[in-house]
């Protein structure tokens, strides 16, 4: 059934109850969504003429999908006001200045590479930074080839653990379950998740590098011991520092008026990237007495 026959449909068979609540049945216009060939676009400018109050009582009954793709398109065309109000009737709008987000199935690809290109492009510039970061502590390194092996692991739990957060908090964002003036007890919250999460990360990096680490030969003075701690404690920050971006992200995203679900996880992975490097090997030298 298409948007057409759905909000005909929704006039027709919900015209009784409506007189019953006091409310007039809306009626298409003659020539306009009466077959099931009426096109969207017709649709798109009946709902743009209608007063904001008739326009919920015939979306209302439609499909999500469908009312978001429509409002969508009201305000590509230019009617932000009119489909910020619908969309605040209807409860779609939870923040005032949330952007308007596109239908994933009725976006063509030119509108999808368009929304995506710019964040990706400039991301990935970001990444020469991790290899800088790296390349500055290329002596410890190889003063401790067993670091090595652990750069990986830092990087990807980092993007992990904020990505978890990240995620939760779009979708809470996204059903109104929580709004923009909430982010100090969002942020409460995950300080106190992440900080859990990494006093158990701790002690799986520790019995990790303890197992594992005899293969590698360490200079006078460092142990096995100490790259474990200095390890851990690194593991520790990056889990923290990362799961508290991943939940704050979205809400920046929302104040600079961007999709939430198109820019945090991108940016969440290059920045994680970038700090978990200078986490990791601030923390190996000072631990180690690296200098």
């Known amino acids: 059934m298409n948007l057409a026959n759905n909000a005909l449909l929704y006039t027709r068979e919900d ?41 919920v009582h015939v979306l209302s009954a439609m499909p999500f999908g469908d009312v978001r793709h429509l409002l969508y398109l009201m305000h590509e065309r230019g009617f932000q006001r009119h489909a910020t109000d619908i969309r605040r009737a209807l409860a779609l709008d939870t923040v005032n200045q949330e952007p308007m987000s596109m239908d994933y199935m009725k976006s063509g690809v030119a509108a999808h590479v368009k929304t995506r290109i710019g964040w ?20 410890a390194l190889s003063a401790l080839v067993i670091l090595a092996f652990y750069i990986p692991v830092m990087g990807d739990t980092g993007g992990n653990v904020g990505s978890q957060a990240g ?13 923009l003036h909430q982010w100090r007890e969002i942020l409460w919250k995950e300080l106190r998740v992440s900080l859990v999460m990494a006093g158990i990360l701790m002690g799986v990096v520790m019995a990790r590098v303890l197992l594992t680490g005899n293969g590698y030969s360490l200079p006078a003075g460092i142990s096995l011991s100490m790259i474990g ?19 704050m992200l979205p809400f920046a995203a929302r104040l600079l008026r961007q999709d939430p679900a198109v ?18 090997f601030y923390t190996a030298t000072w631990v180690l007495g690296l200098h």
């Open 15 to 55: 015209a009784e109850h409506q007189s019953l609540m006091g409310i007039n049945a809306i009626e298409i216009p003659n020539g306009v969504c009466t077959d099931a060939d009426c096109d969207s676009v017709e649709v798109l400018v009946w709902i743009e003429q209608l007063p904001a109050e008739e326009a």
């Open 263 to 280: 820019l945090v996880s991108p940016l969440l992975t290059s920045v994680s990237d970038i700090t978990g490097m200078l986490i990791y």
């Open 120 to 139: 990706i492009v400039g991301l990935s510039m970001m990444g020469f930074l991790t290899g800088m970061i790296i390349q500055k502590f290329e002596d």
């Open 229 to 247: 701690v200095s390890v851990s404690i690194a593991m520790a920050v990056q889990v923290v520092t990362s799961t508290l971006m991943g939940a």
């Open 167 to 179: 995620v939760m908090i779009v979708r809470c964002l996204a059903t109104g379950e929580v709004s």
